[in-house]
């Protein structure tokens, strides 16, 4: 099925998850495809999204991406989060229940792996201060969908 194309062939409320893995940036209409994620998902249903960092080269080598992502991307559509009660881009709601760093297959030494961990449990002060020293590569979601 052609992604850009809604809604997709699936009912309400089917799926208990959904995983997406470097999908979401290579689509036009981010708000469109969460909102059709959501409407396919049970409620409190999970879903998993793997999507390249914004600091990453990996974000802008790729000449199909469309988007690139930071740690907030996706905080637009938390009720909990400042972001959704300012802006109102959707009334679709999911909680943000993490958020992952990765640093790729290519920098697995003993000091990479360490700092990964370190940037996973200080998310706000990776993203302030020493992403753009250290660029991570990828983050990984994980939603609660909300109904």
């Given at each position: 099925h052609n992604l850009e194309i809604f809604p997709y062939p699936f009912s309400d409320n089917e799926f208990d998850k959904i995983y997406c893995d470097n999908v979401v940036e290579h689509l036009e209409d981010v708000i469109r495809t969460m909102?059709?994620?959501?409407?396919?998902?049970?409620?409190?249903?999970?879903?998993?999204?793997?999507?390249?960092?914004?600091?990453?080269?990996?974000?802008?080598?790729?000449?199909?991406?469309?988007?690139?992502?930071?740690?907030?991307?996706?905080?637009?559509?938390?009720?909990?989060h400042h972001f959704f009660k300012r802006y109102k881009y959707s009334e679709k709601r999911m909680e943000v229940e993490s958020v992952r760093f990765d640093v790729g297959f290519e920098h697995r030494s003993f000091f990479m792996r360490r700092f990964v961990k370190f940037c996973n449990k200080h998310t706000q002060f990776y993203e302030g201060y020493l992403s753009s020293l250290i660029p991570l590569n990828s983050l990984t979601f994980n939603l609660k969908v909300i109904k």
């Amino acid at each position: 099925h052609n992604l850009e194309i809604f809604p997709y062939p699936f009912s309400d409320n089917e799926f208990d998850k959904i995983y997406c893995d470097n999908v979401v940036e290579h689509l036009e209409d981010v708000i469109r495809t969460m909102e059709e994620l959501w409407r396919i998902s049970k409620p409190g249903g999970s879903i998993e999204i793997v999507v390249p960092y914004f600091r990453s080269k990996y974000a802008a080598i790729d000449p199909t991406h469309k988007h690139s992502f930071t740690i907030d991307s996706f905080s637009y559509f938390n009720p909990k989060h400042h972001f959704f009660k300012r802006y109102k881009y959707s009334e679709k709601r999911m909680e943000v229940e993490s958020v992952r760093f990765d640093v790729g297959f290519e920098h697995r030494s003993f000091f990479m792996r360490r700092f990964v961990k370190f940037c996973n449990k200080h998310t706000q002060f990776y993203e302030g201060y020493l992403s753009s020293l250290i660029p991570l590569n990828s983050l990984t979601f994980n939603l609660k969908v909300i109904k």
